[in-house]
């Protein structure tokens, strides 16, 4: 008889997030192909899913700090979208539809009233860890459709990381964080329609090991994922990819983030990761 090995228990990482409450919450324009003006979310029940998925976040142990939600930004709520942070140096957003640009000033207005020392606001188009991931040690840089490819040079200086070009060519998958998902130092799942072919190979050549998703987990959002380590965080359509997420030693949480996706974001869209930040000057204060 043989008995499959179990995958090994992996070990979460306590985080520090910013994020959001979707106070003003509405789709009133179209900057991607998920808004539908015509179809706009109860913002009632985007309150419950958004906060909902903050308690899973507190229970789970990580640390969440909320940014100030303005009226007249709708989409402040998708708070990935307002700053890259590495270390302690944060590369606010600069967004490229003008109807997301108040955020900018916004959040600048966070990081500077934290303390953080090392704040820059991007001179060239780049819209955060929406199109900013970190996948052990190398900054991933998404464009094509928000982020400009100019950007990355400044991206990657400020941030002093060495940056991976990926073009992104699905407009559902505008932004990386909706087809690229970082779960453990190591692991990584992706799925490669969304990128060009120079991207895909890429990707493979970096990630052998990477989990390659299905076009319908994609398409429920299933990659705008937020781990741990451990705990992968991800929309409730996604169900086929969480079992799969099982077998690779993770533990799911599928949440309901319908609302919240009527804008074409999801629950790693609702979170800034700080934990990049190892000593902030929040954290060094006696
Ligand atoms: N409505 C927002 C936009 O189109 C959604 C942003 C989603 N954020 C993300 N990190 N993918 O800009």
């Not at 700090?65 to 708070?79: K, R, S, T």
């Not at 979208?81 to 590495?86: E, G, P, Q, Y």
């Amino acid at each position: 008889m043989t008995t499959q090995a179990a995958a090994p228990m992996r070990i979460p990482r306590p985080c520090h997030f910013l994020m959001c409450p979707p106070t003003y919450f509405d789709v009133r324009y179209a900057i991607n192909p998920w808004m539908d003006p015509g179809d706009p979310p109860d913002r009632r029940v985007a309150m419950e899913q958004w906060e909902r998925l903050r308690a899973l976040l507190v229970d789970l142990g990580h640390r969440v700090e909320l940014a100030e939600p303005e009226p007249g930004l709708p989409d402040m709520v998708f708070a990935a979208n307002a700053a890259t942070v590495v270390d302690d140096r944060i590369l606010v957003s600069s967004f490229r539809h003008p109807e997301r640009r108040g955020e900018t000033a916004a959040y600048e207005r966070w990081f500077r009233a934290r303390g953080y020392r090392q704040v820059r606001r991007a001179g060239r188009t780049n819209e955060g860890q929406g199109d900013h991931l970190l996948a052990g040690g190398r900054l991933l840089a998404g464009h094509g459709f928000r982020t400009e490819r100019e950007s990355h040079p400044e991206t990657g200086g400020f941030l002093r990381r060495d940056v991976v070009e990926l073009t992104l060519v699905d407009a559902r998958f505008y932004h990386l964080d909706t087809a690229f998902a970082v779960l453990a130092e190591d692991t990584v799942m992706y799925w490669p329609g969304a990128f060009s072919a120079a991207g895909r190979r890429r990707l493979a050549a970096l990630f052998p090991d990477a989990l390659l998703v299905e076009e319908a987990d994609a398409a429920a959002f299933g990659l705008n994922a937020v781990s741990d380590g451990r705990n992968v965080l991800l929309p409730s359509g996604a169900a086929a990819l969480a079992d799969r997420l099982r077998g690779r030693g993770f533990e799911p949480h599928l949440v309901d983030a319908g609302e919240l996706m009527k804008a074409g974001g999801g629950p790693k869209c609702c979170v800034l990761h700080l934990h990049h930040a190892s000593a902030t000057p929040w954290e060094r204060r006696p």
